[in-house]
């Protein structure tokens, strides 16, 4: 950069002792740079303030240098000082791309389930992170903190910025327990209690077969064994245990609900998000019980974005009513919500199934129990050492 503003002079090096001319301007450091070759002439560039600091070396070394070219903003300036409007827009255009490329153009968010899509884009309005915020108000640990503490449904939340792209990467919270390392010796237990009907060990001593009844914590495959010799070995036990497993679920639908209906209104708001504004176009957020869906669409000019951001807000009104339902539509809800209890089971089959129904206070109870084919087996880690200690010798203390 500093090179295009000052003005450049490519220099030819004519003499038949160039190399002492190099270990001159060497020995007293001149700001001669990017020596080179062209055939069997000798080329290199100094800056015009600096190139009568030459005159006195070359003369030592009994060469002549010759100006063959001029690079740099002031050399352009003379050379089109009849086109300065020229060189004034040039010079703008310039300076309007660098201080665009201080802004963040988009905002990908990756992995949001559509679920989160709103509470995840009001927390990242709420906090600065969309389109059109300086790059350096992007602050990328502290908005992973706060991104966390406002969304507690996600375990994980990366935010980074690469040139003008924001990037904020999201992760589910996984509830599920978290396996032992495989450094570490462990036995496997049962989680729920059930009849055994296949056991595979990789690693490890069954202690259990086919048709046995097994308790929740009861040891399936045991990470202890003993060797030919008596010692003991401590490994980490692997496999895969099946057993069928009784599971029952329950709920319970009230005949008369309140639910919400839509009253068929909507009011729909537009907004420009540019440099870290938010520009009203039409429309205020109304007041009352609404639905809201948001869409953001970027601008194009062409195939080619540009840094504004087109956000689109539908309210949809919604009311409250009493409604009383019939015995089959609650027992239909209540079979809904059992099969989402169900699915978070991760079962392999289901064997059989029973259901009842029975009245309640107002409703009624949906009972169903299931047998269901699943794999029970849990790590849980050898906290203690099953070889004995040596024994000590006759005279010793």
């Known amino acids: 950069m500093m090179h295009f503003i000052r003005e450049i002079y490519r220099i030819e090096i004519i003499g038949i002792t160039p190399e002492r001319f190099l270990n001159v301007v060497n020995r007293r450091q001149l700001p001669l740079f990017n020596v080179h070759c062209v055939g069997n002439r000798m080329f290199g560039f100094i800056s015009a303030a600096d190139f009568p600091s030459l005159a006195d070396a070359a003369q030592k070394a009994g060469v002549r240098l010759e100006i063959t070219d001029r690079h740099g903003l002031p050399y352009l300036a003379r050379h089109y000082r009849k086109r300065l409007g020229f060189m004034a827009g040039f010079g703008l255009f310039c300076l309007t791309l660098w ?3 201080l802004f963040v153009w988009f905002v990908d968010t990756v992995n949001v389930p559509e679920a989160y899509a709103v509470s995840v884009s009001d927390a990242m309005n709420d906090l600065g992170v969309r389109t059109g915020v300086f790059i350096s108000s992007v602050d990328g640990p502290l908005l992973e903190v706060e991104l966390e503490e406002r969304l507690p449904q996600f375990d994980f939340i990366k935010v980074s910025c690469i ?16 396996s032992v390392s495989e450094k570490d010796p462990c036995d496997l237990t049962a989680s ?3 009849v055994i009907v296949s056991v595979v060990a990789n690693q ?3 202690l259990v077969e086919q048709g046995d009844v097994v308790y929740p914590g009861d040891t399936l495959i045991s990470g202890i064994f003993s060797n030919e010799g008596g010692k003991n070995t401590l490994v980490h036990a692997s496999g895969e245990v099946t057993a069928l497993v009784e599971e029952t679920f329950s709920e319970s639908v009230s005949y008369r609900q309140t639910a919400t209906e839509p009253t068929g209104r909507t009011v729909n708001i537009h907004h420009i998000m540019a440099f870290g504004m938010e520009i009203p176009l039409f429309g205020s957020p109304p007041k009352g019980n609404y639905r809201r869906t948001v869409h953001e669409t970027p601008v ?3 195939a080619i974005p540009l840094p504004f ?3 689109s807000e539908q309210w949809q009104e919604l009311c409250y009513i009493e409604k009383k339902c019939t015995a089959e539509e609650c027992i239909a809800q209540a079979e809904s919500f059992i099969d989402r209890k169900l699915q978070k089971s991760h079962y392999k089959e289901i064997v059989s199934s029973d259901v009842t129904v029975s009245d309640c206070n107002g409703g009624l109870r949906v009972t169903r129990t299931v047998t269901l084919l699943k794999e029970i087996s849990q790590e849980r880690k050898l906290l203690f050492d099953p070889a004995p200690p040596p024994a000590k010798n006759a005279d010793e203390p």
Not at 163 to 178: D, H, L
């Open 99 to 101: 201080y665009l490329s």
């Open 300 to 302: 194009t000019v062409g």
């Open 309 to 311: 951001l087109l956000r």
């Open 163 to 178: 040139g003008c792209n924001a990037q904020v990467y999201f992760s589910p919270t996984q509830r599920e327990n978290e």
């Open 192 to 194: 729920q209690g059930g």
């Open 204 to 206: 490890g001593l069954p």
